[in-house]
């Protein structure tokens, strides 16, 4: 599956119509599957940053699995454009068609095609290829599979280790770790930064 490099990401936005621009903007800056995002309730988007935190952030509450079910981190770039979003919102879905109901994938689809042909993307960058970017980027990032699965909502690590591949260095990295830690003389103290702090997603009982 093809992924976009940051210059064509710029240009397939700027192609997209509206919904699309915004539903693709989120996906890339939060991971999100397409009908998660198009089920996103505004009940679920909290935009300032709570006490200790250093994002606001959106809450998944139905998936495929349990580990679907969860809370992200909003970036600048996706929390500015939910802000602009909600200044004109009428409705409890984020993004609401003309009748205050859910998109079709198939509608988003059809806008997605559109902007894929301006651009000159094959066939093979689909809707999904967006997530796809997002969760490549926090591979080559250095972001660990465990982490990858709690942001992707992954039901196996399986699926989020094909986005890691540790380079020389962070082999290297791994084993100055290794060493230090057999020389507690040696070992600098870490600084930890102060923990952000989200609210869970309650699981829903049948």
């Known amino acids: 599956m093809s992924s976009l490099s940051r210059r064509i990401e710029e240009a397939y936005l700027a192609a997209c119509a509206q919904p699309l621009a915004n539903i693709a903007l989120l996906i890339l800056e939060a991971g999100l599957r397409i009908g998660e995002a198009l089920s996103l309730l505004w009940g679920d988007v909290v935009l300032d940053p709570l006490a200790g935190s250093r994002f606001g952030y959106i809450r998944i509450r139905d998936g495929k699995s349990k580990n679907a079910r969860r809370t992200l981190p909003l970036t600048d770039k996706a929390a500015q454009m939910l802000g602009n979003r909600q200044q004109t919102a009428s409705g409890e879905l984020v993004f609401a068609n003309r009748d205050g109901r859910r998109y079709l994938v198939t509608s988003i689809n059809h806008l997605h095609q559109k902007a894929r042909g301006i651009v000159g993307l094959g066939r093979d960058f689909v809707i999904h290829s ?77």
């Open 130 to 206: 967006l997530r796809h970017t997002m969760l490549t980027r926090l591979g080559e990032s250095g972001v660990d599979a465990f982490t990858i699965m709690r942001i992707a909502g992954h039901s196996s690590i399986t699926v989020s280790q094909r986005y890691v591949h540790p380079s020389p260095e962070a082999v290297e990295r791994a084993f100055e770790r290794l060493q230090l830690s057999g020389s507690q003389g040696q070992i600098e103290p870490k600084v930890l930064l102060p923990p952000t702090n989200f609210p869970t997603v309650a699981r829903q009982h049948p």
